[in-house]
């Protein structure tokens, strides 16, 4: 390879330099917080750290492999100090990013350099070729350029990765993707020291260069398909773990509901005795006695001042719990639902869609609240549900903010199941997504569809079933 000059090999690092730190900003600052100003220091700091390693390992022989290390602990510090999030979800983005720029950059650079070195003993014909300082700037450039787009590609296309979870789940992805990253740095500090595939003298430098080119393109290549499946894999797991969690939570409320009714059933048969009993009272005038009566029958049979007689006992039941919840806390309550004779949901699956689609509403009023951005009298939520034609519609609306709403735009049947009930979510709103999931889950197995929508601060989402369609397993079907 030709001598370069010291300097020269700073100036032509700049480009990549620059690259890199670019990429990682943007990758980071999809995923964490982070003020303008912050953000400017973090860019400065790296960029210079980044090319202070470059000089001192040109001008000082810092080994390379030192100089990795300080490289991805460069990284690491810098997010950590100017990023705002859990210092386990900052460390989880800086690994991404190291684990990410590492792989591709020695992924492409080895497959580039053996197409280097294939063109230029097959094609131009030279027996022993050397790559050359010019084309070993060239492979590392493109190899830079593609690793920058993977990352910013990537930073898209994560937002399952970085859906809150415990704070361990992300120790336990990071880790094992930097110790791939540092597998990957000795891997390159034995590639300049020489250390090559050798053939025993059987065959020409050529083969030996080539053999261990191709080498390092099928390690690393393997390094990036177990990441990939390690990190997609465990996040998958883990959300299948809290949609199942979440899935039993609601078995324990629908008989809890149920249990709820149940009891005011027997208030009701009860309820002729009850009136004899009352009776007595008010005619010895006795109203203290009467009045604590009330009370315990109130409470025994959860009347309250219930309005919601929806044609469903569980859905009854379950909006008068929502609307406590809403009335405690100063947020404006319309109802009008109406569960047809005809409709073929099962009392389970109405409490699925109707729980979390209320919850949801709840909590996005309640964080509206807390942003004072708002009135506590101007935060509501409606709900209207009743059959039309052959379908069954549920539509729910509640003030909202721009941070609280989720994917927007229409979900059908065909939708669902080509991309699986995990499109729908967007935004990183803990409990959120997963109970959206849910609610997808229902509509996949009524062959329904769903449309979400906002506007003028007021989040509106619409679930279409067909009556008349036969419910499928969910389970059986994905």
Same mark, same amino acid.
């Not at 009008?336 to 949901?345: F, G, H, K």
């Not at 509509?443 to 499928?472: C, D, R, W």
């Given at each position: 390879?030709?001598?370069? =000059?010291?300097?020269?090999? %700073?100036?032509?690092?700049?480009?990549?330099?620059?690259?890199?730190?670019?990429?990682?900003?943007?990758?980071?600052? $999809?995923?964490?917080?982070?003020?303008?100003?912050?953000?400017?220091?973090?860019?400065?700091?790296?960029?210079?750290?980044?090319?202070?390693?470059?000089?001192?390992?040109?001008?000082?022989?810092? =080994?390379?492999?030192?100089?990795?290390?300080?490289?991805?602990?460069?990284?690491?510090?810098?997010?950590?100090?100017?990023?705002?999030?859990?210092?386990?979800?900052?460390?989880?983005?800086?690994?991404?990013?190291?684990?990410?720029?590492?792989? /591709?950059?020695?992924? +492409?650079?080895?497959?580039?350099?053996?197409?280097?070195?294939?063109?230029?003993?097959?094609?131009?014909?030279?027996? %022993?070729?050397?790559?050359?300082?010019?084309?070993?700037?060239?492979?590392? @450039? !493109?190899?830079?350029?593609?690793?920058?787009?993977?990352?910013?590609?990537?930073?898209?296309?994560?937002?399952?990765?970085?859906? =809150?979870?415990?704070? $361990?789940?992300? *120790?336990?992805?990071?880790? =094992?993707?930097?110790?791939?990253?540092?597998?990957?740095?000795?891997?390159?500090?034995?590639?300049?020291?020489?250390?090559?595939?050798?053939?025993?003298?059987?065959?020409?430098?050529? @083969?030996?260069?080539?053999?261990?080119?191709?080498?390092?393109? /099928?390690?690393?290549?393997?390094?990036?398909?177990?990441? /990939?499946?390690?990190?997609?894999?465990?996040?998958? *797991?883990?959300?299948?773990?809290?949609?199942?969690?979440?899935?039993?939570?609601? !078995?324990?409320?629908? $008989?809890?509901?149920?249990?709820?009714?149940?009891?005011?059933?027997?208030?009701?048969?009860?309820?002729?005795?009850?009136?004899?009993?009352?009776?007595?009272?008010?005619?010895?005038?006795?109203?203290?006695?009467?009045?604590?009566?009330?009370?315990?029958?109130?409470?025994?049979?959860?009347?309250?001042?219930?309005?919601?007689?929806?044609?469903?006992?569980?859905?009854?039941?379950?909006?008068?719990?929502?609307?406590?919840?809403?009335?405690?806390?100063?947020?404006?309550?319309? +109802?009008?639902?109406?569960?047809?004779? *005809?409709?073929?949901?099962?009392?389970?699956?109405?409490?699925?869609?109707?729980?979390?689609?209320?919850?949801?509403?709840?909590?996005?009023?309640?964080?509206?609240?807390?942003?004072?951005? /708002?009135?506590?009298?101007?935060?509501?939520?409606? !709900?209207?549900?009743?059959?039309?034609?052959? +379908?069954?519609?549920?539509?729910?609306?509640?003030?909202?903010?721009?941070?609280?709403?989720?994917?927007?735009?229409?979900?059908? $049947?065909?939708?669902?199941?080509?991309?699986?009930?995990?499109? *729908?979510?967007?935004?990183?709103?803990?409990?959120?997504? !997963?109970?959206?999931?849910?609610?997808?889950?229902?509509? @996949?197995?009524?062959?329904?569809?769903?449309?979400?929508?906002?506007?003028?601060?007021?989040?509106?989402?619409?679930?279409?079933?067909?009556?008349?369609?036969?419910?499928?397993?969910?389970?059986?079907? %994905?």
């Amino acid at each position: 390879m030709t001598w370069v =000059p010291d300097y020269m090999e %700073i100036i032509l690092s700049l480009p990549y330099t620059i690259g890199n730190v670019w990429a990682i900003d943007v990758f980071c600052k $999809k995923y964490l917080e982070v003020s303008k100003e912050k953000e400017k220091l973090f860019l400065l700091f790296l960029f210079i750290g980044k090319m202070s390693l470059s000089v001192l390992s040109v001008f000082c022989g810092l =080994p390379f492999i030192i100089h990795a290390l300080f490289r991805h602990a460069l990284v690491i510090g810098l997010v950590m100090l100017f990023f705002q999030a859990d210092w386990e979800k900052k460390l989880l983005a800086a690994s991404i990013s190291i684990t990410v720029i590492t792989l /591709v950059v020695d992924f +492409c650079d080895s497959f580039l350099s053996v197409l280097v070195l294939f063109i230029l003993h097959n094609i131009k014909g030279i027996p %022993i070729p050397i790559i050359e300082v010019r084309e070993a700037y060239l492979t590392a @450039y !493109i190899a830079s350029a593609i690793a920058v787009f993977m990352l910013i590609w990537l930073s898209k296309r994560l937002k399952y990765v970085f859906y =809150p979870k415990i704070k $361990k789940w992300y *120790i336990t992805i990071s880790v =094992p993707l930097l110790a791939v990253t540092t597998m990957i740095d000795i891997e390159g500090w034995g590639a300049e020291h020489g250390i090559l595939v050798r053939s025993g003298g059987n065959l020409s430098l050529y @083969y030996d260069q080539l053999f261990s080119y191709i080498g390092i393109f /099928v390690f690393t290549a393997l390094s990036m398909f177990a990441t /990939v499946f390690y990190v997609f894999g465990m996040s998958r *797991i883990y959300l299948e773990q809290e949609k199942s969690s979440q899935y039993h939570s609601r !078995i324990a409320a629908y $008989k809890m509901l149920d249990e709820q009714y149940s009891q005011s059933e027997r208030l009701r048969h009860d309820m002729k005795n009850h009136v004899i009993a009352l009776s007595g009272l008010l005619k010895n005038r006795e109203l203290e006695k009467m009045n604590d009566y009330l009370e315990n029958m109130k409470d025994s049979g959860n009347l309250g001042n219930c309005e919601e007689i929806t044609g469903s006992r569980v859905v009854d039941a379950l909006l008068y719990q929502k609307r406590k919840v809403a009335e405690q806390n100063n947020i404006a309550w319309e +109802c009008d639902v109406q569960i047809s004779e *005809i409709c073929r949901i099962n009392e389970f699956d109405l409490c699925v869609l109707f729980g979390n689609l209320l919850d949801n509403a709840l909590q996005a009023c309640e964080r509206l609240q807390c942003s004072n951005s /708002v009135n506590d009298s101007d935060s509501f939520i409606d !709900i209207r549900a009743k059959a039309v034609k052959k +379908c069954f519609l549920l539509e729910v609306k509640n003030s909202t903010n721009a941070a609280d709403v989720p994917e927007i735009g229409y979900t059908g $049947k065909n939708n669902i199941s080509r991309h699986g009930a995990r499109s *729908i979510i967007k935004n990183n709103v803990s409990g959120h997504g !997963i109970g959206l999931l849910n609610v997808k889950d229902v509509v @996949y197995k009524y062959n329904g569809a769903i449309n979400m929508n906002v506007e003028n601060g007021i989040f509106v989402i619409s679930i279409l079933l067909p009556l008349n369609n036969t419910a499928h397993d969910i389970n059986k079907t %994905i």
